[in-house]
C-alpha cells in the first residue's frame, strides 16, 4: 500500500472544498442553487447560493436572502428583471423560481456585513441587481457548475448528520 503526498497540492478537506466568500465591491455573480427555509417569525425564505464568474473572485460564493411576502417581493422582481425574465412566476414553486433564478449571471454590488462570531460574509447592496450584458462563457458555467456539486455535498453531508436522531430533534440550544 502507498500513500504519496504532495504537499503543493490544494488542500480540499477531503474531497469537500469550501469556496471562499465573495468580498466587497461590483460582481458578477449567477445563481447556482436554491432552496427554502422558514424565518424566525415563520415567513417562507428563499435562499440563494450564488458564485462569482468573473473577475480575480471568480469560484467565490455568498448567499443572499429573500424573504417570500408582498412586502419584500420588491427584491425579488429586481432581480428577475435583472435576469430578463418578463412573465410572472410563482416564487413558492421551485422549479418555476429556479428556472427564473438561475437563467444567467447578474451584475450586483456586495457589501459585508458580520456574524455574531465577528466573520465578514457577503449582502447584495440593498437589492443592487443590474443586468449582465457581457459574453457567458464556458468557464463562467464551470464556476456554476462547481458551486452546484458544492451545495449538493454540503446537502448531503448535512441529511447525513441527522441520521440516527431522533425524532423532531433539533440543534437549538434550549435556553
Not at 78 to 106: H, N, Q, W, Y
Not at 148 to 163: I, N, P, T
Amino acid at each position: 500500500m502507498s500513500l504519496k503526498i504532495d504537499p503543493n497540492a490544494p488542500d480540499d478537506g477531503g474531497g469537500f472544498n469550501t469556496p471562499p466568500w465573495l468580498t466587497a465591491g461590483q460582481h458578477v455573480v449567477w445563481a447556482a442553487d436554491i432552496a427554502y427555509s422558514d424565518s424566525q417569525n415563520g415567513d417562507k425564505v428563499l435562499e440563494v447560493l450564488f458564485a462569482c464568474v468573473d473577475g480575480p473572485q471568480a469560484g467565490a460564493r455568498m448567499y443572499e436572502r429573500f424573504y417570500l411576502t408582498q412586502r419584500a417581493a420588491w427584491k425579488i422582481r429586481k432581480m428577475a428583471r435583472a435576469l430578463g425574465c418578463t412573465t410572472a412566476f410563482d416564487a413558492f414553486i421551485e422549479s418555476e423560481t429556479r428556472e427564473v433564478m438561475c437563467a444567467r449571471p447578474v451584475r450586483v454590488n456586495v457589501t459585508t456585513w458580520q456574524t455574531n462570531k465577528g466573520d465578514d460574509r457577503p449582502q447584495v447592496d440593498r437589492g443592487s441587481f443590474e443586468r449582465f450584458d457581457g459574453e457567458v462563457t464556458e468557464q463562467m458555467e464551470s464556476y456554476v457548475v462547481r458551486l452546484e456539486d458544492y451545495a449538493a455535498e454540503l446537502k448531503k453531508k448535512q441529511r447525513g448528520s441527522r441520521v440516527g436522531r431522533p425524532v423532531g430533534a433539533s440543534d437549538d440550544i434550549p435556553f
